[in-house]
């Protein structure tokens, strides 16, 4: 898998770093972690303040355009991602209701 950042802007009103990149990959489209995992590892940053927000195929290659928040911090990212969001991503704990 090979990234290209085709923007990288810092938005700190909401703390937090907006990427857009096209994703390069040889087989399947990758998975939201690794991707995650990469852009982590790019940015030298834990790998729970990055999400992926956008992710989708480009029709007929083998590439995929992806819109990408890096947060300051964790808790940011509860703060301002929506529920389905950090659920997608393993961050939301599921409250189970009794009865």
Known sequence: ???EIIEDRKNPLLGRREIEAIII???GTPKRDEVR???AKRYNVEKERVIIEKMESLFGTK???AHI???DSAGYVKMYERKHILKKHGLLEEV???G
Request: hydrophobic share 35%.
């Open 1 to 3: 898998m090979n990234l």
């Open 25 to 27: 990959y040889e087989s």
């Open 37 to 39: 995992e990469e852009i």
């Open 63 to 65: 590439k995929a355009r």
């Open 69 to 71: 928040h890096i947060y």
């Open 96 to 98: 189970k209701q009794a």
